[in-house]
């Protein structure tokens, strides 16, 4: 009698901060590999600063064909769609790279499609599992993440000196970008905002394995990093 074959039980894999970079984005996914059981958990800031808003969020769309893809409302998308409703952030959106996604789309906010201001629209705070939560900003050590407010989530910044969260759980966040294309790793965190639009590269975590994956916008590609080679260790 033969046996049956094992589950696939997926992986869980986080991708820091996009802005727009589709080369970094598409060559990462063709390395990835993704696969059904997989679950693919987008930190925010898909938009902006970049060359091509709009072919990230046509990849995102194929790769949700492929696998479970849930993604955060970072800063930017906030900023976005306060602005296309003509609120407070619209001057300053177009300042931080609002100008280049509109570009990627022809230059008005009509030609963005209904279905790419749904996907905006439809992007949660954060996401928890058993052993992790992700969220674009910092959430606050001591307040719950279902008490944590727009501040907390998408626009606290990180600075390496943060206490574990109340919960237990070890936080993957992004926003914070890291100058040295390298992610911030210590006690209860990882920073996954690799400066992919400014020259260095969008980083992906598998959390289980804890293992990191790179690609930048001139399609170079490196993997199988372990995160512990990134991790600070405070005395």
Known sequence: MSLPAPT????????????GCDVALE????????RPADTFVVLGDVVDRGP????????????QKTCRVVSILGNHEEMFLDAIHGGRWQRTWLQNGGVEMLDSYGGLVDDIPVEHLDYFRSMQDYYEIEWDIFCHGTPY??????????????????????????SGKRVICGHTSQKSGLPLVFMGYVCLDTN??????????????????QADQSGAYRGDLPLADFEIHFR
């Not at 696939?8 to 802005?19: E, F, N, Q, V, Y």
């Not at 060559?27 to 993704?34: F, G, N, S």
């Open 8 to 19: 696939d039980p997926g992986r869980t894999l986080a991708i820091g901060d996009i802005h």
């Open 27 to 34: 060559t990462l996914l063709k390395e990835l590999v993704p």
């Open 52 to 63: 091509n808003t709009k072919r990230c969020i046509e990849i995102i769309f194929e790769l």
């Open 141 to 166: 050590f001591d307040t719950p993440m279902e008490e944590q407010t727009s501040q907390g989530l998408r626009w606290n910044r990180i600075s390496g000196r943060e206490p574990p969260h109340g």
């Open 196 to 213: 992919a639009y400014g020259g260095g590269a969008l980083s992906a975590l598998d959390v289980a394995s804890d293992v990191l994956y």
